[in-house]
């Protein structure tokens, strides 16, 4: 008999098909993609989601013995409450790195040449060459502060160093190797506040991050600075930041994330000319899906073997597993 992995979520097509097409061998993959369909996660061993996860999914999987997260993200999750039930959750730190630096690229470039504006013009019949030309700028020679080193701050580091930018950055855990081979400058988080023209997040939300950017921090970084957010919307106080950009204590933000999703169309972000806002796409490209799709199913072929995972960091909740 084989063994059954629910899906639950919403998927695009691409990743949808990609999963349903390349179940492991000895595997059966059982759609529960709305709560109508959780009695379907009964008979289930594992389980793949995406994006936030109901609670009351736990009440529907007595049967589950390792929950598989699609992407990295892992701040909807109860990792207690499951870890208890000697549940791991595993996620996919990395898959999605590599696009997700993208964005906060296109992000800048975007924000620095006022592109949405020049666009908007150009379809109205106008031809504005030269309307921004003093409002335009370079990445190369900024300074490009990244808050959190991690696998996504670190290929942000080096796609905006290929530019010319100099990059400082702060996170918990100093990236010495990072450091000494490309000449990033650790500096502490007030220093990286006051000095950067691009302020970057690529840090989790958790605890200690969730409203970490707020008036106080707004208030200490440059006139001219640009916040880019590929991260998680409640790092950053909205509230305090639609302030700051209406008031001129930053310039420019570039937003991915927002503290609640989906952004209603009539958010003051969604008004505001020196904002270019993105919808959460981080991580979602049709090149990138059998990536994603190869990584969660090697895990799950991996755990119910007795293998390693694709790394000691996919666990997020083995603080709260029984030992």
Known sequence: MKKKIGLVGIYFPGAYDALHENVPDGFELVDALSPEAYGNLRDCQYLISRLDADPDIINHTPNVRFWQRWGAGFDHCDLRAWGERGIPIATCPGVNSGIVAELAIMLMLAGYRNLLQINRQLRAGHWPRTEYFGRSFMIRGKTVGILGLGNIGKKVAALVSAFGANVIYYDIVRQWEQEEQFGYRFVDFETLLRESDIFSIHCPLDESTRGMIGRDEFARMKPSAMLINTARGPIVCEEALIEALQTGKIATAGLDT???????????????????????????????????VNYIYHNIVAFDEGRPLNSDKDIVNAQYLPR
């Open 258 to 292: 927002y503290e609640r999703e989906p952004l209603p169309p009539d958010h003051p972000l969604l008004t505001m000319e020196n904002v270019v806002a993105s919808a959460h796409a981080g991580g979602n490209t049709k090149d990138n899906d059998i990536n994603m």
